[in-house]
């Protein structure tokens, strides 16, 4: 997930669930942290796809 996607998907989420100052930003991290590790799992299943090339001699 892009970065700057993933900031406003999680400001939206802190502005929603916040209810003061101090807990907007906990609220803010807590949703960074959880969309970052969303990605990296989605990421994981990816397997590269190998091709065998022919080389010319």
Do not use: D, E, Y
């Amino acid at each position: 997930m892009n970065n700057f996607f993933r900031g406003l998907i999680a400001a939206w989420g802190a502005k929603k669930l916040g209810g003061g100052c101090f807990s907007t930003i906990i609220i803010f991290i807590i949703i960074w942290v959880l969309l970052g590790k969303c990605n990296q799992q989605s990421q994981a299943g990816v397997q590269p796809v190998r091709t065998k090339v022919a080389h010319s001699q």
